[in-house]
């Protein structure tokens, strides 16, 4: 009877400890993949913040030189300008294709409302009254800004997996 018994015991604490080996190998692999995954998702956390802070910043700055803007103020929000495009240049592996599209999107308004307050600001004799006052217009309705943040917003949501509020 134990000549019978025996091999299905040794069966059983072969695959036992074949169990625990393949198990220990798996939880370690999978600790060293959640590791990875908490710092790349905090990173990408932080990195979305900072855009928006940038993009929040950018855009009352914009508004407050329509209205006492000087030279060197100016040459200050040009400077934000490009600290904004090179921390969304510098951070690209973390955005998607469609993310980097909007912010370079939302840039381009940036520039073009910067533009043209500039040129008023500048030449006191300046004849672009009406660009000015279009620029400002973008600003007070914030449109297309809002539908640009708003993109960014939702895939910024998507990617971290947070279900909007109130659904």
């Known amino acids: 009877m134990i000549e019978k018994i025996l091999p299905a015991i040794i069966t059983i604490i072969g695959n036992l400890i074949f169990y625990l080996w393949i198990k220990g190998r798996i939880d370690k692999s999978i600790e060293k993949n959640k590791i990875a995954y908490s710092g790349i998702f905090k990173e990408k956390v932080n990195i979305y913040r900072e855009l928006l ?74 004849d672009n009254l009406t660009e000015f006052f279009e620029a400002g217009n973008k600003l007070k309705t914030n449109n297309p800004f809002n539908e640009i943040e708003k993109r960014i917003i939702a895939e910024m949501r998507n990617d971290l997996k947070i279900a909007e509020f109130g659904k």
Request: hydrophobic content about 30%.
């Open 53 to 126: 802070k940038k993009t929040y910043g950018i855009k009352k700055e914009l508004n407050r030189f329509q209205y006492v803007g000087t030279k060197e103020e100016g040459t200050e929000i040009m400077h934000k300008i490009n600290e904004y495009i090179q921390f969304y240049s510098i951070n690209q592996p973390f955005l998607s294709d469609e993310m980097l599209s909007d912010l370079n999107k939302i840039r381009a308004e940036f520039q073009d409302v910067f533009d043209k307050f500039y040129m008023h600001t500048s030449n006191a004799k300046s």
